[in-house]
């Protein structure tokens, strides 16, 4: 077993742009409110429009960059290390099947990479291979994964905790509530659609994020 490393952010909200409104208001939302880290999926949409949406974000979303920026979003691209270079984002989310990571690192080693992951032989893959943090679910029940199975559950959560790679928890995940019980299991943190929406308060997600997984 080896130790934990620390995550690159305890918080990832993951767009869902067709249930947004706006979708800059949704980004200022989380700008203000603290929010480390935004995943841009959109897989439905083609390369060109993802590239648009990416330049988009990395407008709203501070960069670090500007000295005007006192804190710094990462802007994270599902799936596409191209359209993550391209679009200047801080890092790219691999799908569980996705390209390696240290081939990827060869060429671009400024890039943060993260990998999906639903089993602890896929999170013991993702640690092999040096990547920066996964997601791992659906850690509960929720209604766009039922069709592929049972949720794997807080004791696959607190298994796949011991591989020394950081794990943010995806699936199912609505409330801070379930925060606590959550790191008691070896979260280092969440990853959510549904945590994120306008509907809710952001900056308590945040707070609630830093108490329980810490800042």
């Known amino acids: 077993m080896t130790s934990p490393r620390r995550a690159p952010f305890t918080l990832m909200a993951i767009s869902d742009l067709a249930s947004t409104e706006s979708p800059q208001r949704w980004l200022e939302a989380l700008v203000a409110a603290g929010i480390p880290s935004v995943q841009l999926r959109e897989k439905r949409l083609g390369d060109r429009d993802r590239l648009d949406l990416a330049r988009d974000f990395r407008r709203v979303l501070p960069s670090g960059e500007a000295p005007a920026a006192s804190t710094r979003t990462q802007l994270m691209i599902n799936g596409r290390v191209d359209i993550a270079i391209a679009g200047r984002a801080d890092g790219v989310h691999l799908p569980a099947t996705g390209l390696p ?112 997984f810490g800042s």
Do not use: M, W
Not at 138 to 153: L, M, N, W
């Open 101 to 212: 990571v240290p081939a990827l690192r060869k060429f671009f080693p400024h890039l943060i990479y993260g990998r999906s992951t639903h089993s602890v032989s896929e999170v013991e893959a993702a640690a092999a291979e040096g990547a920066d943090y996964v997601t791992l679910g659906p850690i509960f029940d929720t209604p766009s994964k039922r069709a592929y199975g049972a949720p794997v559950g807080l004791a696959t959560l607190a298994e796949a905790s011991r591989l020394g790679v950081p794990i943010l928890a995806l699936g199912g995940i609505v409330s801070c509530d379930q925060f606590h019980s959550l790191a008691a299991h070896g979260a280092s943190g969440v990853a959510a659609i549904r945590l994120f929406q306008l509907d809710k308060d952001l900056e308590e997600v945040r707070i609630a994020a830093e108490e329980a």
